[in-house]
């Protein structure tokens, strides 16, 4: 069982941006209001010819709904689509409520706050990650409202062109994304579309004001995410049995280069600093008496006391998986990321700062395609928890957000090797170890470096060697 993540923390780790302030509710299928008859059935209709006009029109999740599409109550045997989809996303998928938590005190608060002039379930600032909440001229007539969230299309394209041929015997996967399906088979492109709202966009931006006035900052890492969502997919019959690693590996790598260009835009407008490209609890902490104070302890490495540094959690775990699959290029990188930590600490460097991140996503891109290629096994699986259990002294002293990416990593990687080694020792012992790790995270401003480190130690002594 993966372990749990205290609830302040899992709920805006494992949501979508402001989603950790849903409340819980009963977990119900939604059922999309008749539509309009048509002179044909629906099957006809589905399987003509869709002409180029129908090319990025969205359909709606009332199309995906029906129980012989994606709508079952109960997964299906007999073909390799379960067709229980739609019935997960509307269920325990915390998706499928992103429009509705913009109605809840905290978030109406927060667009007081802010200024919207609105409710944030009518602002374009929020519905953009909230919904999809896409042009007029986009939508078929098929489209129905914007309240249920982040739904079907918002993942997976806009469906009118390919939403009847999808369901042909001989239609190709090509086909289908050459009609506008989104290729979320490919991690790569899986994860930048997660992280359009992760990280954000320029069109989408969580900055520290909105987080000042009660957005959860923006964290991410995909193969956690998607295992908490819960999937609603199955791999590829002929997917590698350690496509939970490369899931890890991709997200990471993407993750970086895409808050790498974040940083580039951001040094780069009239409004540098942004201090959401700091590591919130560097300044959001619980106050100590000197004596006590791990921080002070630990020093400030050639900046200034007191100055603050590029978050450094988006690489405290990528470092590791990029040196496994392509050292010199990350030997670059590192070099790169360095001169980053220390400019962005410094006033007046912005210029300087934006360059080396732009040159840093570069380098980083080249690593993208490399963890994509790579070949994942039970060797590279134990390296990289060793590696990243016994850089435990570096990591804890980073904060709480690196620490965070590390711990849902070792349970990603723990996770991949139990289940391709059932009888691996320790396994137990190491997933008790892991889940003790999380208790750090129960109130990040109280997060104590030495106590992480302490138990990072013990993980390692745990995790396995390989072959």
């Not at 589905?46 to 079952?72: D, L, R």
């Not at 470092?319 to 600490?345: M, N, P, Y």
């Not at 934006?354 to 963890?371: C, F, H, P, S």
């Amino acid at each position: 069982m993966r372990a749990r993540i205290s609830l302040r923390r899992c709920g805006s780790l494992l949501s979508l941006l402001i989603l950790a302030l849903v409340p819980s509710v009963n977990a119900q299928v939604k059922v999309q209001p008749a539509t309009k008859p048509a002179p044909q059935t629906q099957t006809q209709k589905q399987n003509e010819p869709q002409s180029s006009s129908n090319v990025g029109k969205f359909s709606g999740p009332g199309s995906c709904a029906a129980s012989n599409c994606h709508g079952s109550t109960q997964p299906k045997t007999i073909v390799r689509i379960p067709q229980d989809e739609y019935s997960i996303w509307a269920g325990p998928d915390k998706h499928s409520r992103a429009y509705a938590v913009l109605s809840n005190p905290v978030s109406v608060r927060m667009g007081e706050i802010l200024g919207l002039g609105q409710p944030p379930n009518k602002a374009d600032k929020c519905l953009a990650c909230h919904a999809l909440n896409v042009r007029a001229e986009q939508r078929a007539e098929t489209f129905q409202t914007i309240e249920d969230g982040v739904s079907c299309e918002s993942c997976h394209g806009p469906a009118v062109a390919w939403l009847g041929p999808h369901t042909l015997k001989n239609q190709t996967h090509e086909e289908n994304i050459r009609l506008g399906m989104y290729d979320t088979r490919d991690l790569v492109k899986r994860s930048e579309r997660c992280l359009s709202c992760h990280v954000g966009t320029p069109e989408k931006e969580v900055d520290h004001t909105m987080i000042a006035a009660g957005h959860p900052d923006l964290t991410f890492q995909l193969e956690s995410f998607s295992a908490a969502m819960p999937r609603h997919w199955k791999p590829a019959p002929s997917a590698s049995a350690w496509l939970s690693v490369q899931e890890l590996a991709v997200g990471q790598a993407v993750q970086l280069r895409q808050a790498l260009n974040r940083l580039n835009r951001r040094a780069s407008s009239a409004a540098w600093p942004e201090f959401a490209e700091y590591e919130c609890f560097a300044c959001h902490h619980s106050l100590t008496k000197p004596e006590a104070s791990w921080r002070q302890a630990g020093g400030y490495h050639g900046r200034n006391p007191g100055a603050p540094v590029w978050n450094p959690s988006t690489y405290a775990v990528f470092r590791h998986v990029a040196g496994a699959v392509d050292s010199s290029t990350t030997g670059q990188l590192v070099t790169q990321l360095q001169t980053i930590e220390k400019l962005s600490g410094k006033v007046g460097s912005k210029d300087e700062l934006a360059a080396n991140a732009k040159d840093a996503a570069g380098l980083t891109e080249q690593i993208v395609q490399t963890v994509q290629g790579q070949q994942y096994d039970r060797n590279l699986t134990a390296r990289l928890l060793r590696e990243i259990a016994n850089d435990g002294d570096t990591i804890s002293m980073e904060g709480e957000r690196s620490a965070e990416q590390a711990t849902m990593a070792l349970d990603s990687l723990s996770l991949a090797y139990a289940r391709n080694d059932p009888d691996a020792a320790n396994q137990a012992e190491l997933r008790a170890a892991i889940k003790d790790l999380y208790i750090q995270f129960e109130n990040p401003s109280a997060y104590s470096a030495p106590q992480f480190a302490m138990q990072l130690r013990k993980v390692a002594k745990l995790v396995p060697r390989g072959q």
